[in-house]
């Protein structure tokens, strides 16, 4: 059983930053791959991110290409994902999910998936 805990949300302006984590509990992390979703009141769950087991490869979808980046770090058990220039359009709840095997775009192709933490991003 892995258990996935997000934080870093928060409330900023159009333009700034904010660094999501998301920490796993449990044995196996270094062989998941590890996504972001977000979710968007009344929308579906987004992919926003991806990378795989050992950090060599990273996925983004188009409209954060170029603003966000996803990192890993295996000795803390942690997923990161770094939001600049944030925007109106971000706002979301974003969650963290794991799977083994390949990287996919749908949330539901993942084992696990934490509670979430909300970006609210005003312009």
């Known amino acids: 059983q892995v258990q996935l805990v997000e934080s870093g949300g928060g409330s900023v302006q159009a333009g700034e930053s904010l660094r999501l984590s998301c920490t796993a509990s449990?044995?196996?992390?270094?062989?998941?791959?590890m996504a972001w979703f977000r979710q968007a009141p009344g929308k579906e769950h987004e992919f926003v991110s991806a990378?795989?087991?050992?950090?060599?490869?990273?996925y983004y979808s188009d409209p954060v290409k170029g603003r966000f980046t996803c990192s890993r770090d295996n000795l803390k058990n942690t997923v990161y994902l770094q939001m600049n220039n944030l925007q109106p359009e971000d706002t979301a709840r974003y969650y963290c999910?794991?799977?083994?095997?390949?990287?996919?775009?749908?949330?539901?192709?993942?084992?696990?998936r934490g509670q979430g933490t909300q970006v609210t991003v005003s312009s």
């Open positions: 990378i795989t087991w050992n950090g060599g490869d990273t």
């Open positions: 449990g044995r196996a992390f270094a062989s998941y791959c």
């Open positions: 999910a794991s799977k083994t095997g390949n990287v996919r775009p749908w949330i539901a192709d993942y084992d696990y």
